[in-house]
């Protein structure tokens, strides 16, 4: 509530007023007097012209013929706030304020430079003099209402607010904020007797009776709410707000036909107004455990479709819908129509692209992470899945310099930072740049030390391209105590073995990952007839290089030459 009420805008006038001390003074002679009025004048003859700048020099050169020149200091304020020096400003406006308390536009000047620079206290103080000097102003006491809340005064500022709705009782603005801050104090009490007595200084305002429904519901009084909604609704059958209202109270007695019957009946009704529609049908379908009734929905997004074929919010309605259904090309065409009415609409392009990423169709995928990077209108989201994209269609390059780009952005979710790294460690061994790659994988495991698909890759890559193989000896070891059972990794550790010479713990993990393989691979084969060769079982190391070599393997015929010697 408080945000809403710190959003209103108060109709407060910076009135040029020109006030001065008598000059005649003891400490100011004659000279000055005269010097004093004629920089002053000159001043004021500058600031007619439109010279801002010479205005300002010449109220500064008043000030030092007359250090108490409280006018001079008020308009170098109003000159600088024009500028938007606030800081020098509310400076210039003090030294107005301090020497002349009395006087409301130096007053107020103080208050909105102080306000302006978020101090609070000082503020507050300001508006408190305005309020003395001018205790009958609702500007100043509304300004005073308003700070007091800011600053964690809501008793002093419900005060504040109870004067003004005293002196102006039919101001609905006032009190709506007095009803906000009495049932933010949690005095129900006091609330429902504000209601009532609303409601009987003005009997004709549907307002104060949907306030009451509203209250009465909050309390669990839902018979006594629902007399108060009927009524007010059949004094005025066409007022959308109860009607939104009631729906609320109807939600909470399971009277869901009645709803759908309430919400025809706004959607269809042409006086009813599209912003009051679509807040109406935005609540429908995102309460689709509620509103299960698609026939009477689709009707009534179809009866929004022909209202309003060029309103970008019921096709978005629609979208939502049509998504929650699993009816994604209904729901791609709607989304397409928004792009029509707004073609740099970017969550929409993030809503198409999401969709063809479930169904992994890469192609649709690309074409609207181009179309994004075409309009200049990217974002990471979209940046991320367009480079997935690019990856998967094999444009290694291009998946990289998405990847890249995107790794740019601030405050990126934790855990897309680790799958972008991953891609970029894998798609960078395919290129062959090793150093980046292992550059890319150290970073996953920097935010992930057990990821068991970077171990692996990382470790495997050592064992083949060269490197560390303690290293990947220990990372490779973290993968077959998670999953020990699983081929893959179990191969990955053998391997491993095998280049540091270990042969036969080699063979012990090798033959556990061929048993473990329901359909073994050319390169477990391939795999393990080199490790059974380096053993010295040649003729079984034979065999399942032979195997290898049926599915495929290239590069076996040397170790076939080397075991039949």
Not at 169 to 191: A, F, G, H, M, R
Request: proline residues 3%; charged residues 25%.
């Amino acid at each position: 509530m408080r945000k809403v009420l710190l959003g209103i805008c108060s109709v407060l006038l910076i009135v040029s007023c020109t006030t001065t001390k008598s000059v005649e003074t003891e400490s100011f002679d004659k000279q000055n007097q005269e010097n004093y009025k004629y920089a002053f004048n000159e001043a004021l003859r500058f600031k007619l012209q439109g010279n801002t700048r010479g205005a300002a020099k010449m109220f500064t050169q008043s000030i030092a013929y007359n250090p108490e020149a409280d006018a001079a200091y008020y308009e170098l304020a109003k000159i600088y706030l024009g500028i938007k020096d606030i800081k020098t400003a509310y400076n210039f406006a003090q030294k107005a304020y301090n020497l002349s308390k009395g006087n409301e536009w130096y007053c107020l000047l103080y208050g909105q430079t102080a306000k302006a620079l978020n101090k609070v206290d000082t503020a507050i103080i300001a508006y408190k003099q305005l309020n003395k000097i001018k205790p009958g102003n609702i500007n100043y006491s509304y300004g005073l209402g308003v700070l007091l809340l800011q600053n964690n005064q809501p008793k002093e500022s419900l005060e504040v607010f109870k004067t003004i709705a005293a002196k102006h009782p039919d101001n609905e603005q006032i009190n709506q904020i007095v009803l906000d801050l009495v049932l933010e104090s949690k005095d129900t009490e006091e609330y429902a007797k504000l209601i009532d007595a609303y409601i009987k200084r003005d009997p004709s305002n549907p307002k104060y009776l949907i306030l009451k429904g509203e209250f009465l519901m909050r309390n669990n009084k839902l018979k006594e709410a629902d007399v108060v909604y009927n009524k007010v609704i059949s004094e005025n059958p066409d007022y959308v707000p109860a009607k939104l209202s009631y729906l609320d109270l109807l939600l909470k007695t399971d009277e869901v036909n009645k709803v759908y019957n309430i919400a025809n009946d706004i959607v269809v009704n042409k006086s009813v107004g599209i912003d009051s529609k679509s807040r109406l049908m935005y609540g429908i379908v995102f309460k689709d455990s509620v509103f299960t009734d698609s026939v009477k929905i689709t009707k009534m997004i179809g009866s929004l479709k022909e209202q309003y074929p060029d309103d970008s919010r019921v096709y978005d309605i629609s979208s939502i819908f049509y998504i929650k259904k699993d009816a994604y090309d209904i729901a791609l065409k709607d989304l397409d129509m928004i792009l029509k009415l707004e073609p740099n609409n970017v969550q929409v392009l993030a809503r198409i692209i999401k969709i063809y990423e479930f169904n992994s169709n890469w192609a649709m995928i690309k074409k609207y992470g181009d179309i994004a990077l075409g309009r200049k209108i990217i974002n990471p989201e979209i940046l991320f899945s367009l480079a997935i994209a690019e990856s998967f269609m094999g444009n290694d390059k291009k998946a990289v310099e998405h990847l890249e780009k995107f790794l740019t952005y601030d405050d990126l979710p934790r855990g897309t930072v680790i799958t972008a790294n991953m891609f970029l460690g894998d798609i960078y061994h395919k290129l062959g740049n090793r150093e980046s790659s292992y550059l890319h994988y150290e970073v996953v495991l920097k935010y992930d030390p057990t990821n068991i698909y970077v171990l692996n890759n990382y470790s495997y890559y050592i064992s083949v391209k060269g490197g560390d193989l303690n290293k990947a000896e220990r990372m490779s070891r973290i993968t077959i105590e998670a999953e020990p059972q699983n081929p893959t990794y179990l191969d990955t550790y053998a391997w491993i073995l095998y280049k540091k010479e270990d042969f036969k713990g080699a063979l012990k993990y090798m033959k556990q990952a061929i048993d473990f393989s329901e359909e073994p691979s050319k390169e477990l084969f391939f795999h393990y007839g080199v490790i059974l060769g380096a053993n010295k079982q040649y003729i079984e190391a034979l065999k399942y290089l032979n195997k290898a070599k049926e599915l495929g393997k290239k590069d076996v015929e040397e170790y076939l030459l080397k075991f039949t010697k």
